[in-house]
């Protein structure tokens, strides 16, 4: 390339950039987008896809930066595509908003249970114990958390824990099957230990 032909296609860059800050507007929001982002809040939350619903999600974020809703409905989106590590973040975000947002540490404890392959370690545990303390309605919550003490075989704690949570449920409550299955899964993983009912 020439100095001469340098000289003009710098020339041409500089008038460009000249006529744009001119006649653009470049501290403004795009307007599609803006048009697009209206069009979506407009639209039934039914009819939209993941990526839309997303978007919209993302504007209610912006518009409530304060509130946790919108961050934890993220989270439940982003995990309902497996995207877990993302939506352990969102969930985070949503309790950076609010500590007590029961929805979110239960969504939280889920997600790292997941992330734990399936299993309620102690992260997980405290998340659905404080849950559960916060919302006495949150029974599986309540019913999780005591796992771990159970996994390191100590019966009793886990069993009066159960017994507080368990005293007023029917006896085909479902949460009492899923709480069985997370014990049997603990005794099959040491075959020379006995619980102690």
Do not use: C
Not at 14 to 24: E, H, P, S, T, V
Request: aromatic share 6%; proline share 7%; charged share 25%.
């Amino acid at each position: 390339m020439t100095r001469q032909t340098f000289i003009f296609l710098a020339g041409g860059v500089l008038a460009a950039i000249g006529l744009y800050l001119l006649k653009g507007s470049p501290l403004l929001a795009e307007q599609p987008y803006a048009h697009r982002e209206a069009e979506l809040a407009s639209r039934d939350a039914a009819e939209l896809s993941p990526p839309e619903m997303l978007a919209r999600l993302q504007l209610a974020a912006r518009e409530q930066p304060d509130a946790p809703e919108p961050q934890y409905f993220i989270g439940v989106l982003l995990r309902s595509q497996g995207q877990t590590d993302d939506a352990l973040r969102a969930f985070q975000s949503a309790l950076r908003r609010d500590p007590n947002h029961v929805d979110s540490l239960v969504a939280l404890a889920d997600s790292v249970m997941l992330r734990d392959g399936g299993r309620v370690t102690a992260p997980s545990a405290k998340l659905y114990n404080r849950a559960w303390r916060l919302d006495g309605t949150q029974i599986r919550a309540g019913l999780l958390s005591a796992l771990p003490a159970y996994e390191a075989g100590d019966f009793e704690a886990a069993e009066a824990h159960w017994a507080k949570i368990t005293a007023e449920l029917d006896p085909g409550d479902p949460r009492l099957g899923m709480l069985e299955a997370f014990k049997a899964n603990i005794d099959e993983a040491r075959p020379d230990e006995t619980p102690q009912d």
